[in-house]
């Protein structure tokens, strides 16, 4: 198995600029979760869904983030616009529900918003 | 809501030697998952142990283990014979085994471990 997947790696971008974070999650996983990381907040929960259906978004910080899941195997994290504050490193896990399996993390995406 | 709190911002090592990070969290469920998560500089999150709530004998797996004390909300991690390797942030991270989380894992917000060579 590949593993979860985000693209891309790194993305540098201007003020005000649109961005999306793509991710696969890991095939069979039901359950898709957005992770935001930075120095000063750590590790935060943006949204998570179940069957591609979003569970809970309040860790969204604003009306300028929006997450979808189309189908089991491809979801967004869009942010429009964008701002400087939003540098940090977005990370996307999968995990299939019900059981005690792990969570699997993407590499995560280096975003910097200059 | 659970909350998992790591009071060792950062912690050293010297090679080949023990370390202990430490983790407390608070929850009033009875039942849920706790990990150690890994996060070298190449930014990968590597699960390194779990422990579920309702097994009394602590997880070990190879040089890692944990001291679970449920009373005490309280779950370290034990590193021995340290390696350079082993040097990177880690993070202890809280799981509800209910429904109703869908496997959102809480985080602390890490400990840095460096390793001397």
């Known amino acids: 198995d590949a593993g979860v997947i985000q693209s891309p790696r790194h993305e540098v971008t201007e003020m005000g600029q649109e961005v999306t974070l793509r991710c696969k999650p890991i095939?069979?996983?039901?359950?898709l979760f957005w992770y935001r990381q930075t120095m000063m907040r750590g590790l935060e929960l943006l949204i998570y869904?179940?069957?591609?259906?979003?569970?809970?978004d309040s860790g969204m910080p604003e009306d300028r983030f929006s997450a979808k899941m189309p189908n089991a195997s491809f979801s967004t994290l869009k942010i429009q616009p964008s701002e400087p504050r939003d540098s940090a490193v977005y990370f996307c896990?999968?995990?299939?529900?019900?059981?005690?399996?792990?969570?699997?993390f993407g590499s995560g995406t280096q975003l910097s918003v200059l | 809501a659970q909350t998992v709190t790591q009071s060792q911002p950062e912690m050293s090592v010297q090679e080949a030697e023990t370390v202990t990070l430490s983790c407390t969290y608070d929850t009033s469920e009875s039942d849920y998952y706790l990990f150690w998560y890994k996060q070298p500089p190449s930014r990968q999150m590597i699960l390194v142990i779990r422990?579920?709530?309702?097994?009394?004998q602590n997880a070990t797996e190879n040089r890692f283990s944990v001291n679970f004390q449920k009373a005490a909300k309280s779950f370290s991690l034990k590193i021995s014979d340290s390696q350079l390797g082993d040097a990177a942030m880690y993070f202890c991270a809280y799981r509800s085994r209910d429904g109703g989380s869908q496997g959102n894992l809480i985080f602390g917000k890490g400990t840095k471990l460096s390793v001397k060579p």
């Open positions: 869904f179940n069957n591609n259906v979003p569970i809970d």
């Open positions: 896990a999968s995990t299939r529900t019900g059981t005690n399996e792990k969570l699997f």
């Open positions: 422990q579920e709530a309702y097994k009394q």
């Open positions: 095939s069979g996983h039901n359950s």
